[in-house]
């Protein structure tokens, strides 16, 4: 018939778990990151989904009138913002369940 696996229930380690979980799952919906652009005039901040919930442009932004680089300048950070916002989930599943590095 070949090997079983059985199952057993262990109600305080599952608790433990359980509360673990519920811990992991509330840090991540506080999440919240941010970048700022390499010349310093924009900051971004996002959410856990990587929306963002505060952009600032710096006032020196207007002394160049090339929308197209400050575009560029605002989705590149944006980008950078949300790379640690999407890293965040592992780092704090990986820190609370004690996973190795």
């Known amino acids: 018939m070949g090997n079983r696996v059985v199952l057993t229930y262990e109600p305080v380690a599952f608790?433990?778990?359980?509360?673990?979980?519920?811990?992991?799952?509330?840090?991540?919906?506080?999440?919240v990151e941010e970048a700022e652009s390499?010349?310093?005039l924009v900051f971004v901040k996002v959410d856990a989904r990587?929306?963002?919930?505060?952009?600032?442009?710096?006032?020196?932004?207007?002394?160049?009138?090339?929308?197209?680089?400050?575009?560029?300048?605002?989705?590149?950070?944006?980008?950078?913002?949300?790379?640690k916002a999407d890293a965040r989930p592992f780092e704090l599943t990986r820190s609370q369940l004690s996973l190795p590095h």
């Open 15 to 31: 608790d433990r778990l359980a509360e673990e979980i519920r811990g992991i799952q509330r840090e991540l919906a506080a999440v």
């Open 38 to 40: 390499d010349d310093g």
């Open 50 to 83: 990587g929306d963002v919930v505060e952009l600032d442009l710096d006032p020196r932004i207007y002394r160049t009138h090339d929308s197209a680089a400050l575009a560029r300048t605002i989705a590149e950070t944006c980008r950078a913002a949300r790379a």
